[in-house]
Every structure is written in structure tokens, then in C-alpha cells.
């Protein structure tokens, strides 16, 4: 045996993790994948879309820990950090567009408090 295994089909990768339907719908809004890795391992899946005023990102480090935000010229206006790949995803893709009433605008500053 060498190690590898063969690549598993889309229906079958979802049949096992339906929570992945998350990422196909964004495949299909033409997002653009990118693999994260640290030391030649593999530690997550990011996916972005850009527009002409922001870009959003969703970061996959494992079944129960996602990541996503937007991202306009002055800096992150909104971010979700959850365990829910469905629902991080949903409330990203629900936001409005910039400009239009109920978009984020606030910048959010990160802290100098580092908190684990």
C-alpha cells in the first residue's frame, strides 16, 4: 500500500459531509479556492470572491472551525468565527453589498489583547 488514496467523488464527499454543500454553492458563484498550508502540511481550505468595493473570505481549518469576513479598502467590516460551516457561510452571502442599506461599514480594529 503507498499511502495515497484515490480522490473521492463530489456526491460521495457529500453524502458523508452534507455540510460541505456550503463550499460547492460557492464554487458554483464562482469563488476561488486556495489550500492553506504551514510546513508543507496542509491546514486549511480559503475561499474568496472580489467584487469591485470589498472582497469575502471564508477560511476551512476543520469540521468545526470556520472563519469569514469581508474585507473593503479601509479594512474588515464584518467577521464570523464559528462551527458551523452552513451558517458562517449563509450569514456571509446574506450580507448586503456596500452601499446598500444594512451593510457593515465599521471597521472592526483588532486588539492588542491577545486572547487564546
Known amino acids: 500500500m503507498t499511502g ?31 489550500l492553506l498550508t504551514e510546513n508543507d502540511e496542509l491546514v486549511g481550505v480559503a475561499a474568496t470572491h472580489t467584487e469591485e468595493r470589498f472582497t469575502d473570505a471564508v477560511f476551512v481549518f476543520d469540521r468545526h472551525h470556520v472563519l469569514a469576513n469581508r474585507l473593503v479598502a479601509e479594512g474588515v467590516v464584518w467577521m464570523k468565527d464559528g ?34
Open 4 to 34: 495515497t488514496q484515490d480522490p473521492i467523488t463530489q456526491d460521495e464527499a457529500l453524502r458523508r459531509f452534507p455540510e460541505l454543500s456550503a463550499l460547492v454553492a460557492l464554487r458554483e458563484r464562482q469563488w476561488r479556492f486556495h
Open 83 to 116: 462551527t458551523d460551516l452552513v451558517e458562517v457561510v449563509s450569514d456571509l452571502l446574506d450580507l448586503p453589498v456596500p452601499g446598500e442599506p444594512g451593510a457593515p461599514t465599521l471597521v472592526i480594529r483588532s486588539s492588542s489583547l491577545w486572547i487564546p
